[in-house]
């Protein structure tokens, strides 16, 4: 065993032991939301506040079930004793991601909305998957975002005396080069709707080659649901994907 780790970070309320991971989960959201809100008063935005309010419950649903359905495919043999409670307690932002995208399109359809609706979330979503996985990356060991052992110099004991990469830090420093990117694109010349895309393809390609340094259960070809959740982003960005790249480099 290594020496004395810090991991999981917890404070004491009433005698007993809590994680500070809810604490940064509740901030992601109500700053995520202010940070959108502030965005808004700067523009016109094309769709009304009631179409807003209905695309937004979209995307609230669908994460919702998404982040679940996702997170309990990650563990394939759960799904052999699955009940509300396992169904509850797992979730992760791919699945959120992933599930709110199609809740949000599902309404759409619904309220005959035909406006891309997604660019003025990318700096929001950014924001609160940064305070979330400080939250994820205080827990240590005791949520699997931990990663597999490496004797390279950025590996961290996070409980359990071994020293091993530490996911959320790479996935934190990769959300500030995100910001910094979007910050750079501000005034570039894309279409309605573009960031927001451009977004979702780099996030998941992250987690799709972060997956392979983490302890993950394969579901199907060796691959995670994690993996299989890329792959159908991808797939499902294929039109804007060649677009993107034609235009970088050509």
């Known amino acids: 065993m290594g020496a004395y780790s810090p991991f999981p970070f917890q404070f004491e309320l009433f005698g007993s032991l809590y994680h500070y991971h809810y604490i940064f989960e509740t901030l992601a959201f109500i700053i995520g939301v202010r940070v959108y809100y502030y965005l808004k008063k700067g523009i016109v935005d094309p769709i009304s506040d009631e179409n807003r309010l209905w695309i937004m419950l979209g995307a609230m649903l669908g994460a919702l079930i998404g982040s679940r359905v996702v997170a309990v495919l990650e563990t394939p043999e759960v799904l052999q004793h699955l009940n509300f409670s396992i169904l509850y307690q797992s979730k992760t932002i791919v699945g959120g991601l992933l599930g709110g995208l199609f809740g949000v399109e599902i309404i759409k359809k619904i309220i005959k909305v035909n406006i891309a609706s997604g660019d003025i979330y990318v700096v929001p979503i950014l924001a609160a998957l940064f305070i979330g996985r400080i939250g994820c990356f205080s827990m240590g060991i005791d949520e699997p975002t931990y990663g597999i052992p490496t004797s390279l110099f950025s590996g961290m004991d996070l409980g359990d005396g071994i020293r091993r990469h530490p996911i959320m830090l790479y996935e934190m420093i990769y959300l500030v080069l995100l910001f910094c990117f979007f910050r750079a694109l501000k005034n570039a010349n894309l279409l ?59």
């Open 192 to 250: 309605n709707g573009d960031r927001f895309k451009l977004f979702m393809v780099l996030y998941f390609l992250f987690r799709f080659l972060i997956e392979f340094i983490k302890p993950y259960q394969p579901l199907f070809l060796n691959l995670s649901s994690i993996h299989w959740s890329a792959i159908l982003i991808f797939a499902y960005y294929y039109k804007f994907n060649i677009r993107i790249t034609k235009k970088t480099f050509t």
